[in-house]
């Protein structure tokens, strides 16, 4: 049975088709969705970091990330409200998407997790790799894969 599901979005097209499904399966199971946004680890060098001239925008541009994710966050809640989910509970986390995910996952014991998938194809999914690839292959949990 179904009863914690855990969707990522992104506000991408392919991450709001991942919700609308999660949504769907959460309203038939009567499950909880959990509503990720994971903000990529892509900060300043640890070096760069303590020079006193950047510390303010280091400051600032984490205070952006968290608004632009809670704007996310927002907007997809208000989705899987309107197609159906109940049990809605939204959560940020940071670093890499796909082990954000998975870990997020294994730590509130999601029995199923949603992801969409922009389709790159064989070659540029194997050269470029794929968040719902990792997430597929390292999850322990079931995936859904929505295109």
Same mark, same amino acid.
């Given at each position: 049975?179904?009863?914690?599901?855990?969707?990522?979005?992104?506000?991408?097209?392919?991450?709001?088709?991942?919700?609308?499904?999660?949504?769907?399966?959460?309203?038939?199971?009567?499950?909880?969705?959990?509503?990720?946004?994971?903000?990529?680890?892509?900060?300043?060098?640890?070096?760069?970091?303590?020079?006193?001239?950047?510390?303010?925008?280091?400051?600032?541009?984490?205070?952006?990330l968290r608004q632009v994710a809670n704007t996310i966050l927002s907007e997809?809640?208000?989705?899987?409200?309107?197609?159906?989910?109940?049990?809605?509970?939204?959560?940020? +986390?940071? %670093?890499?998407?796909?082990?954000? @995910?998975? $870990?997020?996952?294994? #730590?509130?014991?999601? !029995?199923?997790?949603?992801?969409?998938?922009? +389709?790159? %194809?064989?070659?540029?999914?194997? @050269?470029? $790799?794929?968040?719902? #690839?990792?997430?597929? !292959?390292?999850?322990?949990?079931?995936?859904?894969?929505?295109?």
């Amino acid at each position: 049975m179904i009863k914690k599901i855990l969707v990522a979005a992104d506000a991408s097209s392919a991450a709001n088709r991942a919700l609308v499904m999660a949504a769907y399966l959460a309203s038939m199971h009567d499950a909880e969705l959990l509503i990720l946004h994971v903000i990529r680890d892509m900060q300043l060098p640890a070096v760069l970091k303590e020079a006193p001239e950047l510390e303010e925008f280091n400051h600032t541009r984490e205070d952006i990330l968290r608004q632009v994710a809670n704007t996310i966050l927002s907007e997809a809640s208000a989705l899987a409200k309107k197609e159906g989910a109940i049990k809605i509970q939204t959560a940020i +986390g940071s %670093g890499d998407p796909a082990s954000s @995910v998975v $870990g997020f996952a294994k #730590r509130r014991n999601i !029995d199923t997790i949603v992801i969409g998938t922009r +389709g790159l %194809g064989k070659m540029k999914g194997l @050269v470029m $790799g794929s968040v719902s #690839r990792k997430i597929v !292959d390292n999850a322990e949990a079931n995936c859904v894969i929505v295109r």
